[in-house]
């Protein structure tokens, strides 16, 4: 099994600056994509920014050039800078591993969120 424990959300006004760090143990082997995922209130779970094994990213539009997620695969730790925030930015920001079986079978692991509050 494999847990995933955030930290770092927090209350910030806009413009201002967090990072968000996902550390992942228990049954990491072979560990593949990583990312982060935010839910703001009454809202669908949304992909922010993910990156692979090999060090491939994926953005969300709204956060490119304002977010950047980084991997210690040696530390098993994705890690999600976060700059100029806005209110709009506002969520339960939720990591998330994905480890690869074999075709059409992916599991998904994901940790217990953390609040990001961004204050006009």
């Known amino acids: 099994q494999v847990q995933l424990v955030e930290s770092g959300g927090g209350w910030v006004q806009a413009g201002g600056s967090l990072r968000l760090s996902c550390a992942a143990s228990g049954s990491t082997f072979s560990m593949n994509t990583m990312g982060w995922y935010r839910q703001g209130p009454g809202k669908q779970r949304d992909m922010v920014a993910t990156?692979?094994?090999?060090?491939?990213?994926n953005y969300l539009d709204s956060v490119k050039g304002r977010f950047t997620i980084s991997r210690d695969n040696g530390k098993n730790t994705v890690n999600l800078e976060m700059n100029s925030l806005k209110p709009e930015d506002t969520a339960v920001y939720y990591c998330?591993?994905?480890?690869?079986?074999?075709?059409?079978?992916?599991?998904?692991?994901w940790g217990q969120g953390t609040q990001v509050t961004v204050s006009s």
């Open positions: 998330k591993a994905m480890r690869f079986i074999r075709p059409g079978h992916t599991n998904e692991y």
């Open positions: 990156v692979s094994s090999d060090g491939n990213t």
